[in-house]
């Protein structure tokens, strides 16, 4: 397969697919940060040079990745930061080749951002979601030969970056895009020495034929090559799984410019690589020149794949139910500056509940969310942040065109890559005076051929433009059935007459917003308000709370319940419709945005089976139970501690388990044993009508796997009676202390001291003293403004050792207090 050549260059920036180990180091620690702009990168020196106390005085400490935004995009009081921050650090440069290359390489940054060594500009980017790489060689040469290396600086060299997130109409992604636009070094940043001619890139195309019986390995690359060395010496040794060599290739030749086609092997019987069984061999390229060698390594797959015309989708030729989920870059606390052990976390967890295929939204994600699809084996959808807006001038397009040029280039050789995105809701308009279709299916045209010459071996997506739907390879189109529109027992319905639109049809977004720890007693109560047959996609101001026509969105409950059951039935559907290529919900974990102030969490977008620092909801076991095929079993309930009711109801007990057959106990007593089907909506016929006793029930499930195992789940929950009146007082209580972290539960009463199960107020917490709140995480119980749950609210206080008075208020209520030592 022939590789169209495309090249942008960028002054000094060199856009690097990968840099060996060897001479690699992560510039984790001893920065400072300053939030806001200076009047130039002078001011950022100075102070270090001069250790002038009257300097500019706000610089903090903080270790990499860190983002601008880490606790104030949550917060409930202001809109998040939009604006320059600066950082610096002092490196020791210790390159240990003679007339080597030292190189800062850029795993992302955001949005803009300027490269500073001493006071002289090095570099500048544009696009916070590109990996990009500096050679600071000669800057660095330069500044050891001026005084100040010397004496002000000790042998250190002073290192600026100016990154910057402000408000920039001619920019993608759009500010008006439903999750936050970043600013900070939030990727981590990477010290690299080469010898003077390294591997800039390593294009790999692995393929195999039909019956996986010869895989073909076509190999080109590209060089760093700036001194203008004449010949190399290029070897490259192919090892299986096992890290047996299988192929190798060597020869000396001219050094060369651009990209070069450097060897073509063929693989008798390649193990392949699939969801199941993620094989990986590895290309290890070692260029030599000059006595000195520079070794990459890249991960390759071999697999085949195919979105069948009008059909399903099949790998290594047989038919693969995409099972999916959605990623942001995104966590409590730290916002975009999710560490790799936090990322493996997320990964790990999704690959746990089932997933093979993952659309990471709305831009491109870090080499380290690749690597892990590859390792975990989930096939991926990766696309470049063109979301809403409309489309704008040349600087908005040559950015495009630079971001699925570098998205494509860096994530080229990972065998999960199956579908390069070009944009997402492109149909939404707003940022500019003119919002043109013909002018943007001209556009996407450009797009869509400038990937496929990049990349002629894997295909095209956009999701919800239908007016570009003819251009690219899949489409999505938008189908929120039971949530923006319709009701969720026309998915299905909705689901066919899409696909019968298109030559291949992929549903990416599905879902709806679920208040973490909110339950209900009759959770599917608004979808009889909601009208059907009028379509199910999602339209201009439905994401709204207000107004408009009724929809579950804005008229439902929010809670857990209402979730599980359009989960369930989508999954249940999904099970029986074969021409289905797959689906991917809506996401894995909640996120921040700026344009859902209102919600129950404000700021967040609550659609995740997870919340923002990983606690599952109980929407993650429907999915295990339909995806997973190692035995689980679960009770639903496991944060629903009161449930209520009249005396002797009977009340459902649901329980989500893929093994056969379940035995549910109340209070100790068989409540009979149930056959899973899962045809028999809801959780696939493992239901029980029981009935509780007033105050505490214990409930346990007893699950056979297929090899006659028992596994088991229980939970503890009240139940309560008595009815309750008008909200009247709230109760703040102390329920857990450890390690000096005191958790705090507000719990809102009647006049009578009946507990408002049903009450959805809003409360804030405070707290004044010598503790700290936990706040601003983005989670149910991490949030001073927060919705109850069940009449409950949960946040937790770092006490520092110390004596504080905690406060919850809510409006037209009496606030109330808890005294803390």
Known sequence: MKRVKLVFFLGLLICSQYISAQNKQRLINNWEYLKGDLGGVWEAVRPVKEGNPESVPLWQSVNLPHCFNALNSV???????????????????????????TLLHFEGAGQKTRVYIYDKKVAEHVGGYDEWTVDITDAVNAFKKTAAFDKEF?????????????????????????FNVYGGLYRYLNLVYVPKVSVDK?????????????????????????NGVDTVSVKIEVRDPEGKIVATWENQIKAFYGDKALWEANLKAPKLWSPEKPNLYTVQTSITAKGDTHVHQEKIGFRSFEFQKKGPFLLNGKRLLLRGTHRHEDHAGVAAAMTEEMIRQEMTMMKEMGVNFIRLGHYQQSRIVLDLCDSLGILVWEEIP????????????????????????????????????????NDWPGDFNEFDEQKIRTFMKELNDLSHKLDPTRKTAIRRCDFCKDIVDVYSPSIWAGWYRGIYTEYKEASKKEFDRVDHFLHVEWGGDSHAGRHSESPDKALSIVETGVGTDERAGDASLHGGAARVSKDGDWSES????????????????????????WPFK????PVRPDNPVPYMNQKGVIERDFTKKEAYYVFQSYWTAAPMVHVYGHSWPV?????GEQKMVKVYSNCNEAELFLNGKSMGKKKRNSQNFPAAGLRWMVKYNEGPNQIKVVAKTKDGKEITDEITQEYQTAKWGKPAKLVLEKIAEKDNIVVMQARLFDANNILCLDARNYVTFGLTGEGALIDDQGTSDGSRKVQLYNGRAVI????????SVASVKADGIPAGFLSIN
């Open 590 to 593: 909640d996120f921040s945005t």
């Open 154 to 178: 000790k042998g250190k060299i002073p290192l600026e970056i100016r990154c910057d997130n402000s408000r920039d109409l001619e920019m993608i992604p759009s500010d008006l895009s439903d």
């Open 643 to 647: 449930r209520w009711g009249d005396a």
């Open 386 to 425: 063109w979301c809403r807006g409309g489309l704008g001038g040349d600087v908005y397009k040559n950015q495009a065109r630079r971001m699925l040029t570098n998205m494509i280039e860096q994530h080229y050789n990972h065998a999960s890559v199956i579908i390069w995105g070009l944009g997402n809701e």
């Open 796 to 803: 937790s206080v770092n006490t520092n050792k110390g004596k």
């Open 562 to 585: 209402y979730i599980v059951n359009l989960i369930d039935w989508h999954l249940k559907e999904q099970e029986n419709m074969p021409w289905l290529t797959g689906a991917a919900y």
């Open 75 to 101: 917060d409930p009081d202001e809109n998040y930061y939009q604006g320059p921050g600066w950082y610096r650090t002092q490196l020791d440069v210790k390159n240990p080749y003679s007339e080597g290359r």
């Open 202 to 226: 390593i294009f790999a195309a692995a393929s195999v034929d039909a019956k996986g019986a010869l895989g073909k390995l076509n190999i080109s690359g590209r060089l760093l090559n700036p």
